[in-house]
């Protein structure tokens, strides 16, 4: 588990020796711990949101589940290449204030607790078969842990704003669009035959399948980009979180889009490919409330679904850096498909219990955080 170090000590400039038992006040090896267990929440998240990218296309048959969790993995990672790293910095940035949180040390374990906190929330929502959002979990682990060290005056009010629009936004935005491409569909193709549109959007499915894993590798794996950043900053290593500025370094070839990168390289390709590989192993529980246990979807209305949750990731990714929930937005963009045949095509029992895990995630986690630092604080102390 030393490869990002390794690769980290290769492309930071002016890095120095990483021999050394101790960088400051923070362990090196304690920092490589944190690493190792921000992937393994990166690895969570691809296994617990991989109900949200294969549910509709499993439920409509279009693919086999071995199948599915294939093509959103491979499309998880390819979003490494894709985006700029805005919801990264936003994480990293916008949200806690680390000159508040002490010493570096202090500052890694508030890191730390967060990670465990929302690992923590992510299992237990997975046994109980809930769709929420393993990026609130994060966002308030790192909160609650940061609010127990240094109390409320260490939330950042905008960045914070930003979330809680996001969290209000993303599911209403899903639930139109999702019932407007639906009604849309619906219109256009008002004289085909049910065997001909299907067979249309089996195929369609594909590729809507295909943009929404996109999406979803786009601003969830920045999440925990953001988190590495925010922790070798706190270690006083920010050298090895920036990106090389050398326009020869072999980096550069990557960002093929021409976008502007606040992390380094080594960083996200480490991060999307560990959420691809939790995709490939999928939260198999969750597959069955997101794409039966809400309402019944024809490949029509998985696609239509789909693309209305990738509008509404992918715009709230590279327009503002917002990091939303991914299953906010597919929830929402499902129940909106459901609604156009009638209210009572929805099942809006499940409706009620993932809005109340929603409500409950950033308190709970929170609190778990709080919790997480006062023993990670002082075992390690």
């Not at 050394?20 to 690895?43: E, K, N, Q, R």
């Not at 294939?70 to 894709?82: K, T």
């Not at 609130?136 to 260490?154: D, E, N, Q, T, Y």
């Amino acid at each position: 588990m030393l490869l990002p170090l390794s690769i980290l000590a290769a492309t930071a400039e002016s890095a120095p020796a990483i021999a050394a038992p101790v960088v400051g006040a923070v362990s090196v090896s304690l920092v490589i711990t944190i690493v190792v267990v921000a992937l393994c929440f990166d690895f969570l998240n691809g296994f617990h949101d991989a109900a949200n990218s294969i549910a509709t296309i499993v439920s409509t048959r279009v693919l086999s589940p071995s199948q599915a969790v294939v093509w959103a993995a491979f499309f998880n990672f390819i979003a490494a290449f894709l985006f700029g790293t805005k919801v990264a910095e936003t994480i990293s940035e916008k949200l806690i204030n680390l000159d508040l949180l002490g010493s570096p040390t202090e500052r890694v374990h508030v890191i730390f607790a967060g990670l465990i906190a929302a690992i923590i929330w992510n299992i237990i929502t997975w046994v109980l078969a809930l769709p929420t959002s393993s990026s609130h979990a994060l966002i308030a682990g790192f909160a609650g842990a940061a609010i127990a060290k240094a109390g409320l005056g260490v939330i950042k009010p905008t960045g914070w704003a930003m979330v809680i629009l996001g969290i209000f936004l993303s599911p209403m935005l899903g639930f139109f669009f999702g019932a407007l491409n639906m009604i849309l569909v619906s219109w256009i193709f008002r004289f085909s035959t049910p065997t001909r549109v299907d067979a249309l959007f089996r195929k369609l499915q594909l590729f809507s399948a295909a943009v929404y894993s996109i999406g979803h590798g786009g601003n969830d794996a920045q999440k925990t980009m953001g988190i590495i950043a925010v922790l070798l900053t706190a270690a006083g290593l920010p050298q090895y979180a920036a990106p090389n500025t050398d326009p020869a370094h072999w980096s550069h070839y990557l960002n093929f889009m021409g976008h502007t990168h606040q992390v380094a390289w080594w960083i996200i390709l480490t991060c999307n490919t560990a959420m691809a590989l939790g995709t490939v192993f999928g939260g198999w529980r969750i597959v069955k409330t997101m794409g039966s246990g809400i309402t019944r979807l024809q490949p029509v209305g998985g696609f239509c679904a789909e693309a209305a949750a990738a509008t509404t990731i992918i715009g709230f990714t590279s327009i503002g850096g917002v990091p939303i929930s991914t299953t906010h937005a597919i929830t929402g963009a499902i129940l909106g498909v459901g609604t156009t045949k009638s209210i009572r095509a929805v099942r809006w029992i499940w409706g009620q219990r993932i809005v109340m895990a929603w409500i409950l995630t950033i308190p709970c986690a929170a609190f778990l955080a709080a919790i997480a630092y006062i023993i990670v604080n002082w075992t390690l102390h």
